[in-house]
C-alpha cells in the first residue's frame, strides 16, 4: 500500500514568491493533518481536516497560510507570500477520525 | 492546551545497552503514539498506545493513563536506533484531532 505521498520533496524559493505544498493521504483515511517542523518550534500542527472539512486551523500561523482539502484524496498547503522564516520541514499526516497517524516524508521548504 | 514533556532531552547509549524513555502529559488523553524520527527525517510510527502495554521486538511501551505518562523500553540498542524519539498526545478536553508533540529525547547509539 502505497503511504502518504507529499511533494515536492524540496523546493527552494524566494522571499514574496507563493509556494504551494502538496499531499495525498492514504486511501480510506478521512483525517488529515498539516504540520511544520523547526528546530525553534519542533513540531507544531497548522490544520486539520476530517471529512475533507477543516476542523481547527488555529495553528495556522498568519493570514499569508491557506489549506484546502478539495477530495478525499487531495490536500494543499499555500504560503503567499512568503519569507525567510517560513523555511521549515512541512509534515502532512493521515488517519481514521483521530487514530494512528501516518506521516510523508515532508516537505523541505527553503526560502531566501 | 495539554503539556507534553519528554525525558531525557538527550542519550548516548552503547550498542546493546537498554533504555528508558518517559513521556509526561499534563491532562486526560484519547491518544497517545510514539514516533521515531530517523537521520532522514523520516517519522516512524511506533506505537500507538492510549493505554496498556505493547511491544515489538526490541521495542515496548506502557502507557498509565490514570498517573498521566507513558515509557517507551528499547533493548538490546542498535547503531539504527539513532535519532529522535517523539512522544503525540491528544487530550479529552476540547481537543478532538489537536495532537500535541513533545520536544522528543534524542538518542545516539554508538558501536
Known amino acids: 500500500d502505497a503511504g502518504v505521498i507529499q511533494s515536492p520533496r524540496h523546493e527552494v524559493t524566494e522571499m514574496g514568491q507563493e509556494v504551494t505544498l502538496r499531499c495525498k493521504p492514504i486511501?480510506?483515511?478521512?483525517?488529515l493533518f498539516w504540520y511544520r517542523q523547526t528546530m525553534m518550534r519542533g513540531l507544531e500542527l497548522l490544520i486539520y481536516f476530517n471529512n475533507n472539512v477543516p476542523i481547527d486551523d488555529s495553528g495556522m500561523p498568519e493570514d499569508r497560510f491557506s489549506a484546502k482539502m478539495p477530495n478525499a484524496s487531495f490536500s494543499t498547503l499555500k504560503i503567499q507570500p512568503s519569507e525567510p522564516r517560513d523555511s521549515a520541514v512541512y509534515f502532512c499526516?493521515?488517519?481514521?477520525?483521530?487514530?494512528?497517524?501516518?506521516f510523508g516524508p515532508g516537505t523541505r521548504l527553503t526560502v531566501t | 492546551g495539554i503539556q507534553v514533556e519528554q525525558s531525557p532531552p538527550d542519550l548516548i547509549l552503547q550498542e546493546g545497552a537498554n533504555s528508558t524513555l518517559r513521556c509526561n502529559f499534563s491532562?486526560?488523553?484519547?491518544?497517545l503514539q510514539w514516533f521515531h524520527q530517523n537521520p532522514w527525517g523520516q517519522l516512524i510510527n511506533l506505537f500507538y498506545i492510549p493505554s496498556g502495554t505493547k511491544q515489538n521486538g526490541r521495542l515496548s511501551a506502557t502507557t498509565v493513563a490514570t498517573e498521566r505518562y507513558s515509557l517507551l523500553y528499547i533493548s538490546s540498542s542498535q547503531t539504527t536506533d539513532s535519532g529522535v524519539y517523539f512522544c503525540a498526545v491528544e487530550g479529552t478536553t476540547d481537543s478532538w484531532g489537536k495532537f500535541q508533540f513533545g520536544a522528543g529525547t534524542q538518542v545516539v547509539v554508538t558501536p
Open positions: 499526516a493521515s488517519s481514521v477520525g483521530t487514530s494512528e497517524q501516518y
Open positions: 486511501s480510506g483515511h478521512n483525517s
Open positions: 491532562d486526560s488523553v484519547n491518544n
